[in-house]
């Protein structure tokens, strides 16, 4: 069974400070790895994913995140946050062995990034 | 860009009645997906469908049906609407990442 956990709730950032998001997972095979968002009233949007290469992804909106093996982690950064980042963030996993591409979402993120 | 489109925004229905909800995209996807979006619970697996008139369960299931007639279109089925299927419904389809419809807010009174 595959699983994703995002330890924060909520997560409180000044506008043009740095942003991190947590996620960390739980899979039994090899992983892929996705970060999408969500604006209020609407469905996700699909940021990023990992699926083999390079641990460093670069996404959508200037995003990035950095997959660690032996911490079993993905977490979403960016280097200068935006007002309009503010938004809730989801981490999904996806075990490679799943051919119908099924994905388990981690509970989500509050971004707020203030002025 | 693909698109995944949803019947409605908003839906209000009463206890007991059969509701039903669409998903259409047009991208020719072999995978769609319904989830219900639940504060504190992030996204939790329906029903998918891999194939035309094929269905599996997701991880919530139970109270739920689905159709899926023609590749474009996923259809979730609630036979007998209850207060606790109150909640954001989500729409997606996929080849490699999924991509989502807007989401249909279904209130039950």
């Known amino acids: 069974a595959q699983s994703v956990a995002q330890p924060e709730d909520q997560v409180n950032v000044a506008e043009g400070n740095p942003l991190t998001v947590k996620c960390t997972y739980s899979v039994s095979g090899n992983p892929y790895l996705f970060w999408y968002v969500q604006y209020p009233n609407r469905g996700l949007q699909f940021l990023l994913k990992?699926?083999?290469?390079?641990?460093l992804v670069k996404g959508s909106y200037g995003f990035e995140a950095e997959f660690n093996k032996s911490q079993t982690s993905f977490h979403l950064k960016k280097p200068s946050a935006l007002v309009s980042d503010s938004a809730l963030y989801f981490c999904?996993?996806?075990?490679?062995?799943?051919?119908?591409?099924?994905?388990?979402f981690g509970a989500g993120t509050q971004v707020v990034v203030t002025p | 860009d693909v698109k995944v489109t949803q019947s409605s925004r908003y839906l209000v229905k009463r206890t007991g009645e059969k509701v039903f909800l669409e998903c259409v995209q047009d991208?020719?996807?072999?995978?769609m997906f319904w989830y219900r979006q639940d504060p504190g619970l992030g996204l939790r697996l329906i029903y998918f469908?891999?194939?035309?008139?094929?269905?599996e369960k997701g991880d919530i299931p139970e109270g739920y049906s689905v159709s899926r007639e023609k590749k474009e279109r996923f259809s979730l089925i609630l036979e007998s609407a209850s207060t606790n299927q109150t909640s954001m419904y989500l729409c997606?389809?996929?080849?490699?990442?999924?991509?989502f419809g807007p989401g249909t807010r279904l209130t039950v009174t």
């Open positions: 999904a996993v996806r075990d490679i062995g799943d051919s119908w591409g099924k994905l388990q």
């Open positions: 997606a389809s996929s080849r490699n990442e999924q991509y």
């Open positions: 991208m020719d996807h072999e995978n």
């Open positions: 990992y699926i083999t290469g390079d641990n």
């Open positions: 469908s891999y194939d035309v008139k094929m269905k």
